[in-house]
């Protein structure tokens, strides 16, 4: 993601979803997966091997050359 431009979501080194990112810096202590709002119910489900925050937005082919890295360590 990058302020003002776009978000971009991958699971398994695939784009799955786009959306425009916000313009305000995120100050949050902590980040989550899933919903913290109470009476939701929308919590993460599954196993996570991998997950990284970068300080830079990375282009489709990093995504992709990441997962594919990792990968070799799961299956």
């Known amino acids: 993601a990058q302020r003002g431009e776009e978000t971009k979501i991958y699971i398994n080194g695939e784009l799955v979803r786009t959306f425009e990112s916000g ?7 902590y980040a989550t997966i899933g919903d913290l709002r109470v009476g939701r119910n929308l919590k993460f489900v599954g196993k996570i091997y991998n997950f990284s925050i970068y300080g830079v937005a990375l282009n489709d082919s990093e995504v992709q ?11």
């Open 23 to 29: 313009i305000e810096e995120i100050t949050y202590n």
């Open 65 to 75: 050359e990441n997962y594919e890295e990792a990968r070799k360590y799961i299956e």
